[in-house]
């Protein structure tokens, strides 16, 4: 029961919501890439913080249900500044021609949410022959992350704002194969397990934040910080692969697991909110500090995984 939370140093909890944490926040002038934005706590993430006075720019991979997305948040919010390109994060491909696209614009860029996911799928592998969800989950935003950085230092300096860079993880990271990442296993499909594949990715998310943080900390004037989030257990379609765990989704989700409302609210919470000035290469849950797994903690595992994510996108 999420309303019985306590409430955390933040002064918020697991039962807040989006437009809780974020009440009273005023974001006009600024712009956010906000990808998976047609579905869950993506299209919330995306309505609040368009409802704060950001320029949204969701990167979805279907134009059709962002357009219906769009015109609902319009319809709700008519001042909402809040525009779509096509991005599907499993194509190296099309995650450059979104960048090129987006660069092409002359838009600013003071907040990228890294949201987009896949959970527990049967073993595929990507246009680029990546095991699919370590493709979509982790490496598409790597190459997204690394593509836009340079706008996001340039806007930093220019607007004098602190840029923020929020990578949308899980609670499940704890629960990746026993090696943390099997970097000459990705796409060994005899042992693959489709949880632990996934809590590979959601681990990867974690220290994809930690080490691009300690990069940007060692760049001095660079006012850009990079965090991870875990939104919690939410009632959503990701289940969709497992039959029996979207059963208890649907009878039980709504007694059991957060609402979409509150699962959006740490991301807002971590993208926008005063408290976090400067704050970077954390972990947090339940809009809160939070502790990462010893594995997600590991600076050489870091490393480690930044050097294969960037072989892997040059390759």
């Not at 933040?10 to 906000?34: N, P, R």
């Not at 368009?50 to 219906?68: D, K, T, Y």
């Not at 990069?215 to 939104?231: C, D, F, M, V, Y």
Request: charged share 20%; hydrophobic share 40%.
């Amino acid at each position: 029961m999420w309303w019985l939370g306590r409430k955390g140093p933040s002064g918020f909890s697991a039962s807040s919501t989006a437009e809780e944490v974020t009440q009273g926040i005023d974001a006009a002038h600024l712009t956010a890439i906000v990808t998976g934005a047609t579905s869950g706590i993506g299209v919330e993430t995306a309505r609040v913080l368009a409802l704060r006075g950001v320029h949204v720019v969701m990167g979805i991979r279907n134009m059709a249900a962002g357009a219906e997305i769009k015109d609902t948040i319009l319809r709700h919010n008519p001042t909402a500044k809040i525009g779509m390109m096509e991005l599907d994060l499993s194509s190296l491909e099309s995650v450059r021609k979104f960048a090129v696209q987006f660069k092409s614009c002359g838009l600013p860029l003071n907040i990228l949410v890294n949201n987009a996911g896949i959970m527990a799928t049967p073993f595929e592998l990507s246009k680029d022959n990546i095991e699919l969800q370590f493709a979509t989950n982790h490496i598409g935003h790597f190459l997204l992350t690394n593509l836009l950085l340079e706008t996001m230092k340039q806007t930093a300096i220019e607007q004098r704002k602190e840029g923020r860079i929020v990578n949308v993880s899980s609670r499940r990271h704890k629960l990746s194969y026993p090696e943390g990442i099997r970097f000459d296993k990705i796409n060994d499909e005899s042992g693959y397990n489709s949880l632990s594949a996934y809590g590979q990715s959601k681990l990867a998310n974690v220290l994809h934040a930690n080490e691009l943080a300690r990069r940007l900390k060692q760049e001095e004037g660079t006012k850009i910080t990079a965090n991870s989030i875990s939104p919690g257990p939410i009632a959503t379609n990701l289940f969709r692969y497992h039959s029996l765990i979207d059963v208890f989704v649907g009878l039980l989700g709504k007694y059991a697991m957060k609402n979409i409302q509150q699962g959006a609210a740490t991301t807002c919470y971590v993208a926008l909110h005063p408290q976090l000035k400067g704050l970077t290469g954390r972990y947090f849950a339940d809009s809160n500090l939070a502790e990462a797994s010893s594995l997600a903690a590991d600076p050489e595992l870091a490393r480690k995984l930044w050097e294969h994510s960037s072989n892997l996108v040059k390759s």
